[in-house]
């Protein structure tokens, strides 16, 4: 199934043309907004090294699953 997604303001330029699965593969401080000092707390805080193991990560997960639940009251 083809997705199709304006990656310009979620992923930094370098990263913008690639696949969902190269993005997904690709080291947490290519999201825009994210430095690579911060990908790198991130990294030693909680071991994460890629945009789809952070998107995947159970405490990410549960904090966007309470603010969706708050936003919708």
Known sequence: MAVTADLEKIVDKAWQDKSL??????PVEALAGVSENG???????????????????????????LAALADAN
């Open 21 to 26: 699965q190269e993005i997904l593969d690709a």
């Open 39 to 65: 990908a790198k707390l991130i990294r030693e805080a909680l071991g994460i090294k890629t945009i789809g193991e952070l998107g995947r990560n159970k405490y990410f997960r549960a904090a966007q699953a």
